[in-house]
């Protein structure tokens, strides 16, 4: 493991610096936990497949924590598990988040359930369970919520509408949780980005056009700019700023141009794998988990 480097954090004192970390076992979870780790934090892991976050916690001396955060009594329960080690906890990383590719009207019904439930109510669900600890935390300095969005919480984006309307929920979930904390001691951050390669949400469609595929950035890139939003307590952070912002701001005041532009894009059926979100090996599949059809222009969990 690498030598921490411990550095001063607005509000947050404590020597001994909780985070949890959901969707750590892939991806942008994966290389958030690995920078915060670089930066004297301790990080409880959270996701399905412990495999994977065994190896994570062992190389950065971690905490595992096998949890569906759509399943809101498994919640509850890692919730009281991680209170009984932390009383205070510094730091929830809202990360874990499905893909739903495909427009509305192909999309199968129960995936355009099942990505609310992750993406948007997944993030509720832990920051409530884990409030008592963020206060504590708060009470002691000072703690921090990040909610990873996307640009598509901020651009109805037709070829992947459901999870859009997901990062819409969560994006407004953040921004008024945000409102409500305001003098609490605890902050919150939402971070929004752009095409991310990483194996849950492969690009290689977008990577394929030669103006979208310039966009596309890697999983430490966003981990950097979590890290910095919660150091430097930005509230809302859009990675890369270029061309990403623009695309939001357009979605605010040119709706119809946007929506055209979304509707020529790359990314749609056929253009990108469809099946390829990780499937949970066998030793996370005890947790309780829907199962889905594979229909036409569906995504499997
Ligand atoms: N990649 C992009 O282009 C992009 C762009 C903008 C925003 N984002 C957002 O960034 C976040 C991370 O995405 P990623 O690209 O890193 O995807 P990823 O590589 O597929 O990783 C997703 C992570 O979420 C976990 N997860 C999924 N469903 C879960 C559930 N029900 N309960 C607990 N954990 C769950 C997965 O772990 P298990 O399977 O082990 O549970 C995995 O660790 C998501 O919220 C996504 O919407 C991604």
């Not at 750590?24 to 936990?33: D, N, Q």
């Not at 409880?44 to 412990?50: H, S």
């Not at 752009?194 to 690009?203: L, N, R």
């Not at 040119?254 to 020529?264: A, Q, Y």
Request: with cysteine; proline share 6%; net charge positive.
């Amino acid at each position: 493991m690498l030598a921490p480097v411990r550095i001063d954090l607005p509000g947050v004192s404590d020597d001994k610096r909780i985070a949890v970390v959901t969707g750590a076992s892939a991806g942008i979870g994966e290389a958030i936990a690995r920078r915060l780790a670089e930066r004297g934090w301790r990080c409880v892991l959270v996701a399905r497949r412990e495999d994977r976050l065994r190896a994570l916690a062992d190389e950065i001396d971690g905490e595992v924590e096998l949890c569906d955060v759509a399943d809101r009594d498994a919640v509850g329960a890692l919730a009281t598990r991680v209170l009984e080690r932390h009383p205070a906890v510094h730091l929830l990383v809202n990360n874990a988040g499905i893909p739903a590719r495909g427009d509305f009207l192909i999309v199968d019904l129960d995936r355009i359930q099942r990505v609310m439930e992750v993406n948007y109510l997944g993030g509720v669900w832990c920051t409530r369970a884990l409030m008592p600890a963020l206060e504590t935390a708060a009470k002691e300095g000072g703690a921090h919520i990040v909610n990873l969005v996307s640009v598509a919480g901020t651009a109805a984006f037709a070829p992947a509408g459901a999870y859009a309307a997901s990062k819409h929920a969560q994006l407004a979930f953040s921004r008024s949780l945000a409102a409500a904390l305001r003098g609490s001691g605890i902050r919150v951050h939402s971070v929004l980005p752009g095409f991310v390669e990483t194996e849950g949400f492969p690009q290689k469609g977008v990577l394929k056009s030669p103006l979208l595929g310039k966009f596309v950035i890697q999983p430490p890139r966003v981990a950097k700019a979590v890290v910095d939003a919660v150091e430097k307590n930005k509230a809302e952070v859009t990675v890369p700023w270029f061309p990403y912002r623009l695309v939001s701001i357009a979605q605010a005041v040119m709706p119809r141009v946007v929506g055209r532009f979304s509707g020529m894009s790359d990314y749609r059926p056929g253009s990108i794998p469809m099946s390829t979100e990780p499937e949970p090996e066998d030793n996370a599949r005890s947790l309780s988990r829907p199962t889905h059809s594979a229909k036409s222009g569906s995504t499997r969990e």
